[in-house]
């Protein structure tokens, strides 16, 4: 009898300090680890985490083997050996409580990060090719998803926040509003490879790459000194604010004294007795760089004669404008407002009215990108008793050219940053073993695109360095054709950029999709992503996958000058040819540095340029334009990247 209550006792108390355990230890894991998620293979995976426990077990089924670790400041960590793709399996927790990861994959994982066109989803904004299709045939369990939140941090962050509580299988259900490059490209690599494919997904549309950047990183060039001080200090903050400021006023006080609408700071072109007959028209609503003012940057001044028949109330006039605007009424000042995204409702006060004819001016100033009066049928005047459109032809005058003034003032705020989404999007998941990378980012640094000829660079080597993976595969988008096509070669800092970027090939393990054949002069979000991700799956392919694969169009590698032809020679150049037709897209410039259109053709697989305008050539240009249309390519079918000859300094080369 005493035995046996000896028995019962000891039982209890067991009970009771496993219950005791169960209640003092909670384990927690960090979002990324979590049921549905994929570890990369045939690697050492650190697995983390936090417990108030003394000690940690974690057993994983692949291959029944137990990991003991003792929990130091609440926190702890393993690494464990992963085999060769597979799955599912299980990783089981056991600080006291036991927590069991359910549905886990073993297969390959890839970082998919940069800006709008790598964030835009299969469906919600982006609504790509085809989409309604490719979300009723998303049916992929064995690739799985990781959504990041849009988050910025002054310092480096310890966890991730994602979206739907960590990782999803893909399905029709979780596609939709996940990265359509991201997808298509593991949808290739897994039909050709059947290896579980995990995405991790990163982004945020209109960032810089110095966002992305670490700050440790950045202070190596100097070129953000200030702002990751600034960062660092409420005193330093405000002190580049109030420069930031001062330096805004005496810069837009220049661009008002630029500014030919402007006379003595008296709106001229505003008044209603001023003579616009010489003036050319434009329909609006639209951006002004797709109706004759392409890669224009600056004032436009917009008028339009209204016929009105009722004056005894006010009226409203909506619209949308890139990036700031002022409003006249018959001369009479109404407002302005700025902000690209603003939608603007102007009251427009019954005593500035009169019946017949009245006279509306719109001065827009539009400092980057996309500019001008837009939106749709909103673009109205309304009273309670008369609605008149505005759509249509308006005559406008450029005020000022802001290639006439120094370069305006710039403060770099939120997730822009410095550093500020790096801290907040990419340091929480350096520990995570992952594959490769793979980037679209650059439309927001065109401006600053030779600046981008160490920045790329800098952000690729950084992250290598972070990861702990010297020879990271690092797999990006060259910037897609876009704006207004020119009829004469020019300057362009969208081919600028895409120089920056086929210059980042120098590095190892790097990997470029040129997609100047697939973009849309009038969208800087092409809806076609199955192409973009289906070529960067194929650099994947051929470089880490050892598959025979077609994976670039040809890329510059020399050229020859002999009398008035020169001789350009290209990696890349089995079956060189035009797509269609005729070579285009190249232009020549003698030492004058005046390019002239030329003609091309391939001669033993290489292109031999020439122009009756330039009898002694010194420098050649392929697709130098921001919506290009040369038609190089090889015996992939693939684009030829753009690419230039000469050193000579380009538009973009003081900016910073």
């Not at 029709?172 to 494919?197: G, Q």
């Not at 400092?367 to 008793?385: H, I, M, P, Q, R």
């Not at 880490?544 to 050229?559: A, E, Q, R």
Request: with cysteine; proline share 4%; glycine share 8%.
């Amino acid at each position: 009898m005493k035995k046996q209550f000896f028995k019962k006792t000891m039982l209890l108390l067991t009970l009771f300090i496993l219950s005791s355990n169960a209640v003092n230890a909670t384990v927690s894991l960090p979002s990324f680890f979590t049921d549905n998620m994929v570890l990369q293979q045939k690697s050492a995976v650190p697995f983390w985490g936090e417990s108030d426990a003394k000690s940690v077990s974690i057993t994983t089924s692949w291959d029944k083997k137990t990991y003991k670790t003792n929990v130091e400041n609440g926190k702890w960590k393993v690494v464990f050996k992963t085999p060769v793709y597979g799955g599912p399996y299980t990783i089981t927790i056991n600080d006291g409580t036991i927590k069991t990861l359910n549905n886990i994959l073993i297969g390959e994982v890839w970082l998919c990060s940069g800006q709008s066109n790598m964030e835009m989803p299969v469906e919600g904004w982006g609504k790509i090719n085809n989409y309604k299709e490719e979300i009723a045939n998303a049916n992929y369990p064995q690739i799985r998803l990781l959504q990041a939140e849009h988050i910025e941090s002054t310092l480096p962050l310890s966890t991730l926040k994602v979206q739907h509580d960590g990782w999803n299988v893909c399905s029709h259900a979780t596609i939709a509003d996940f990265s359509a490059t991201a997808y298509f490209f593991a949808r290739k690599i897994y039909n050709e490879k059947k290896i579980p494919i995990g995405l991790i997904h990163s982004s945020w549309g209109g960032t810089l790459i110095e966002a992305w950047t670490s700050s440790g990183a950045l202070t190596s060039i100097h070129d953000f000194d200030a702002e990751i001080q600034a960062m660092k200090s409420e005193v330093d903050q405000q002190a580049l604010l109030k420069k930031y400021n001062a330096d805004m006023t005496v810069w837009e006080k220049k661009l008002t004294d630029s500014d030919e609408g402007f006379q003595n700071a008296k709106a001229i072109w505003a008044t209603a007795s001023f003579d616009d007959s010489s003036w050319k028209t434009m329909p609006l609503p639209a951006f002004f760089e797709n109706k004759g003012l392409s890669n224009f940057d600056g004032v436009v001044w917009f008028r339009k004669k209204v016929n009105i028949t009722t004056t005894n109330a006010d009226f409203i006039l909506s619209y949308l404008a890139d990036d700031d605007d002022m409003i006249w009424f018959n001369g009479n000042y109404i407002g302005e407002t700025k902000g690209y995204n603003v939608e603007r409702h102007y009251t427009i006060p019954s005593k500035f009215l009169k019946k017949g004819e009245n006279i509306i001016t719109i001065r827009v100033f539009d400092g980057a990108g996309n500019g001008g009066v837009y939106g749709d049928e909103n673009f109205t005047l309304k009273s309670g008793k008369e609605t008149i459109s505005l759509a249509g032809d308006w005559k406008y005058n450029i005020g000022a050219d802001i290639k006439d003034l120094p370069a305006k003032p710039y403060l770099a705020q939120g997730q822009n940053r410095p550093s500020a989404i790096y801290n907040a999007m990419i340091a929480p998941l350096i520990d995570y073993k992952i594959k490769g990378v793979i980037w679209y980012q650059g439309e927001s640094n065109a401006e600053r695109a030779y600046q981008y000829q160490k920045l790329f660079p800098l952000l690729i080597n950084d992250w290598r360095e972070r990861f702990k993976d010297k020879n990271l595969p690092f797999f990006f988008v060259q910037l897609a054709n876009y704006k207004q096509k020119k009829e004469q070669p020019g300057d362009s800092d969208w081919a600028e950029l895409r120089e920056a970027q086929f210059k980042a090939l120098k590095l190892s393990n790097t990997g470029m999709t040129v997609t100047t054949d697939i973009g849309n002069g009038e969208d800087i979000h092409p809806k076609n992503k199955q192409d973009v991700g289906g070529r960067l799956a194929s650099i994947a392919l051929a470089k880490v996958y050892n598959t025979k694969i077609d994976y670039s169009g040809p890329l510059y590698k020399s050229y020859n000058i002999k009398g008035n032809t020169v001789t350009v020679d290209f990696d890349f150049n089995k079956n060189i040819k035009a797509r269609d037709d005729t070579l285009k897209g190249f232009s020549i410039a003698g030492s004058d540095q005046k390019f002239y259109w030329a003609v091309a053709k391939v001669v033993n697989g290489k292109v031999e340029v020439y122009a009756q305008e330039v009898p002694n050539p010194v420098a050649v240009r392929y697709n130098w334009a921001d919506n290009p249309d040369g038609n190089l390519t090889n015996e992939s079918g693939l684009p030829a990247s753009s690419f230039r000859t000469d050193v000579w300094a380009g538009i973009t080369q003081e900016k910073k």
